[in-house]
Structures are given as C-alpha cells and as structure tokens.
T-cell receptor
Framework: DAKTTQPTSMDCAEGRAANLPCNHS???????VYWYRQIHSQGPQYIIH???NNETNEMASLIITEDRKSSTLILPHATLRDTAVYYC??????????FGKGTLLTVNP | DVKVTQSSRYLVKRTGEKVFLECVQD?????MFWYRQDPGLGLRLIYF???????EKGDIPEGYSVSREKKERFSLILESASTNQTSMYLC??????????FGPGTRLLVL
C-alpha cells in the first residue's frame, strides 16, 4: 500500500522555484517525512526530512501542513542539475525506507 | 560529509558464480543496508545490519547473504548468481540521526 502520492512528472524553468507536492493522508504521529532524489544511474541522495515543523537546509525547504497530511519540497532556484526523480517517503523507523515511483522533475533552460 | 563507497560501479558475472559486493562507510554509522533497484519495482530492501556481526532480513533476502565483520564494511554475497539477480545494487548507512545515506550503486549483469 502506497503511503504517499506524488505527481508522476513536473517541469520547471531554470532559476525558478520548483515546488514538489506530496500527499500522505494516512501518516501516523511518529512518522517522519523524508525527501530523497535520484539522478539517473546514481544512488539516492538525501535532501531533507521533518516531523511537523517546516525545515530548511542548504538544498531545499520542506513545508508540512498543520494536519501533516501533505507536504511540499521547495527548491528555491532550480538548476539543470536538479533534474532528477524526487521521492517523498513517510516512515516511522529508518530501518526501512519504502521508495515509491517519485516525481520526475525536469528543469528546462 | 558522509561517504559511502561501493567496490564496483559495473560488474558482469556468469550464472552460478559467487559474487561479492562490498560497501564501506566512513562515518562510524551503526546501521548499514543493502537494496536492489529494478525498473517499475523501486528500491527493495534485501538485508540490513544494526551492529557488527548482526543482520536482519529485509523484504527479499532469498538468494543473498551478508557479512559485517567490521563496523565500516557490509558485504552482500550472491552465493550462486542467477539472471534474475541482474539489477542495480545500492548500499546505505545511517547513524544515530537515522538518515540513510546511499552509495553510488553497483550495476550487476548476470549472463
């Protein structure tokens, strides 16, 4: 059973913000929201994670709604190198990350 | 920065061969993981280890074994490689903060 729902693909213009949505309506109180991305033929790269507060790091911002049923990953100034599949993962235990199909983000020049 | 390295990026083996995939992490992480990734199936957990000499089966352990003799090294062993084990193999590690960090992957082709 999929815990998260993401659009299959999205496009973004270079230099603009990329906003990637994720629905996780069945999230439990102790489950975190993780975001990873995978550039073609490479291993997944950790981006950010959060429980209920918004988070920001050098790569991205994570906005989690108050009811925690959805979140948005924001890449503030997308570059061509941000083209990748982005995975939203909800897990309570880090022993098992379940990767779904993710969103293919294409950044266009 | 966390660094997870895998012994090979590409590997070609024959059916029936014994295959060793090595993973090394340099962050003194307690936990290490082996996944395989196949088109349409996503990442699937094969085995993980939460301490030296400790291992736990993941979702698809059949046909694989693992070894963790040192904290920084986690090996995946295919006792007798088969064509259905052709895949991308990914190693990851995590520490107290529990975030998993992945290596670059090994693309294995079994002929």
């Amino acid at each position: 059973d999929a815990k998260t729902t993401q659009p299959t693909s999205m496009d973004c213009a270079e230099g603009r913000a990329a906003n990637l949505p994720c629905n996780h309506s069945t999230i439990s109180g102790n489950e975190y929201v993780y975001w990873y991305r995978q550039i073609h033929s490479q291993g997944p790269q950790y981006i950010i994670h959060g429980l209920k507060n918004n988070e920001t790091n050098e790569m991205a911002s994570l906005i989690i709604t108050e009811d925690r049923k959805s979140s948005t990953l924001i890449l503030p100034h997308a570059t061509l190198r941000d083209t990748a599949v982005y995975y939203c993962i909800v897990e309570g235990s880090n022993y098992k990350l379940t990767f779904g199909k993710g969103t293919l983000l294409t950044v266009n020049p | 920065d966390v660094k997870v390295t895998q012994s090979s990026r590409y590997l070609v083996k024959r059916t029936g061969e014994k295959v060793f995939l090595e993973c090394v992490q340099d962050m003194d992480h307690e936990n290490m993981f082996w996944y395989r990734q196949d088109p349409g199936l996503g990442l699937r957990l094969i085995y993980f280890s939460y301490d030296v000499k400790m291992k736990e089966k993941g979702d698809i352990p059949e046909g694989y074994s693992v070894s963790r003799e040192k904290k920084e090294r986690f090996s995946l062993i295919l006792e007798s490689a088969s064509t259905n084990q052709t895949s991308m193999y990914l190693c990851a590690s995590s520490g107290a903060e529990e975030t998993q960090y992945f290596g670059p992957g090994t693309r294995l082709l079994v002929l």
